[in-house]
């Protein structure tokens, strides 16, 4: 019987049934043996065991030892690219889907350099006015990992596509795109969506410029409205928000109207730009005078506009001057005032739709164009009265001014609101505008002194 390798071939053969014993000198040198393998063991029974065994034992000792190296290989690459890298995904329900495949397209377009062999194609076909119709081609990144460089940094892209599932609405399989870049470079994917969402809206011949809420939000509470208008409007808004059931209900489009109308720099654009921003909106600003422009583009564009968007159309007074359109160079513009009427009629979707009107001249637009269900609520926006005058004053003012004291500005505010009130009751205004411009270039107390010489 072969003896235990652990044993040395002096120790005495294990008679079979009684357990192992050792003689002194063989246990001493039998425990030197294990105490310089860092474990001591004495007079302890060792069993022998044959050596295909000790094999076997070994060798799955060794599959052992892979698989908790493989683990932890894993377990640390896992916890690595955690900590190095960052993903974001994007399906198809979402709009951003859309526009970064026609990004990765143009770019791939542009500079070629998709780092893929597996492309697909998409085709679009425009049908023109005389019947005949154009197919325009374009290769985007198929499904499976794509790689390029963007502003400098390296971002795999991962296109996956669902075959066992598909949107019921509209029968495309769901699709995923992953992007994945190291962590450091995070910031660019807002940059990334956003080059890419206003490259979709330019595609959309150019006439939406979009004013995203990604940037820096104007507080609404900075506009200083009259008593009570801003939050008529911000009421009206929210309530027409919270029932768009109660309008699919009854059929009527989704969709609402506001003019806001009155001088020169009263604060109608600024009001609506804060309070997109208060609710998360995008404004979508539409230049009536646009070059090229025409009704069929027009009635594109209002039925095209994206989600969770305000449309805005400034100075419409000018933009219609008896129902044809002109522009100050005497251009006429191909956009028909009923052509106009018509798109803004047409401006009805699932989504909610809200228009702004702006005007300084309320007294020159159409009845048609103001009637109820194009505009449904009116408000003037009017130059600065005294506690307006007074707000702006203490927003410039009040707890910033090292010179003057609490107490000096109170009084400075109070000597303002009665010069306004004064200049008021003698026909005379000042706008908002003029006042701030004011306030920005003077202390309180010269801005308070010289206020007179902005009336007119
Ligand atoms: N009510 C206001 N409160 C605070 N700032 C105002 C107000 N009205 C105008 N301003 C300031 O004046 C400038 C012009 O404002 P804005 O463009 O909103 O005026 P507007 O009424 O849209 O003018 P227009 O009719 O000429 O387009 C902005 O810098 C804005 O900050």
């Not at 870049?181 to 990334?192: C, K």
């Not at 409007?233 to 109207?257: M, N, T, V």
């Not at 129902?323 to 989504?351: I, K, P």
Request: overall charge neutral; hydrophobic content about 40%; glycine content about 8%.
């Amino acid at each position: 019987m072969a003896t235990d390798q652990v044993l040395s071939t002096a120790e005495p053969k294990r008679a079979i049934g009684r357990p192992v014993t050792y003689t002194d000198s063989n246990a001493d040198r039998h425990e030197a043996d294990m105490v310089g393998r860092g474990s001591s063991v004495k007079n302890e029974c060792f069993p022998k065991r044959s050596p295909y065994f000790q094999a076997g034992f070994g060798l799955m000792a060794m599959g052992v030892g892979l698989t908790a190296l493989r683990q932890g290989v894993t377990v640390g690459s896992t916890a690595l690219q955690r900590k190095l890298l960052v993903s974001l995904e994007i399906n198809n329900k979402d709009k951003a889907y859309e526009w970064f495949l026609a990004w990765m397209a143009h770019q791939a377009a542009a500079a070629g350099w998709i780092k893929s062999h597996q492309l697909s194609v998409e085709t679009t076909v425009e049908q023109r006015k005389n019947g005949s119709s154009s197919a325009a081609f374009r290769l985007v990144a198929g499904p499976g990992n794509h790689y390029f460089r963007y502003k400098g940094a390296w971002m795999q892209m991962k296109r996956e596509r669902e075959t066992r599932s598909m949107q019921m609405m509209t029968g495309t399989p769901w699709e995923t795109v992953t992007l994945t870049t190291l962590s450091r470079d995070r910031t660019l994917f807002n940059q990334l969506l956003q080059e890419a969402r206003d490259m979709a809206m330019q595609s959309q011949q150019g006439k939406l410029v979009i004013h995203t809420g990604m940037g820096n939000r104007r507080p609404v509470k900075s506009v200083v409205l009259a008593t009570g208008v801003a939050e008529k409007i911000e009421e009206d808004i929210k309530a027409f928000l919270s029932r768009r059931q109660w309008y699919a209900d009854r059929g009527i489009p989704y969709r609402r109207g506001y003019l806001l109308h009155g001088p020169p720099g009263s604060g109608k654009t600024s009001f609506i730009q804060a309070l997109a921003g208060s609710l998360s909106y995008d404004i979508c600003v539409l230049n009536l005078s646009e070059r090229g422009l025409t009704d069929d583009k027009l009635f594109h564009l209002l039925s095209n506009v994206p989600e969770r968007s305000f449309i805005l159309m400034e100075d419409v007074d000018a933009a219609f001057n008896k129902r044809v359109q002109t522009s100050e160079d005497g251009y006429q513009s191909s956009v028909t005032f009923s052509g106009f009427l018509n798109a803004l009629d047409g401006v009805a979707s699932g989504e909610e739709r809200i228009i702004f009107l702006t005007t300084n001249h309320v007294e020159k637009l159409d009845p048609a164009l103001i009637r109820p269900g194009r505009v449904d609520l009116a408000e003037l926006i009017d130059d600065a009265q005294p506690d307006q005058a007074r707000t702006l004053f203490e927003h410039f003012y009040a707890g910033g001014e090292p010179a003057a004291s609490e107490v000096d500005i109170d009084k400075l505010a109070e000597k303002l609101v009665q010069i306004v009130q004064s200049e008021w009751d003698a026909g005379r205004r000042v706008s908002m505008a003029a006042l701030q411009g004011h306030f920005i270039r003077t202390d309180a107390r010269t801005a308070v002194e010289t206020c007179h010489v902005l009336f007119r």
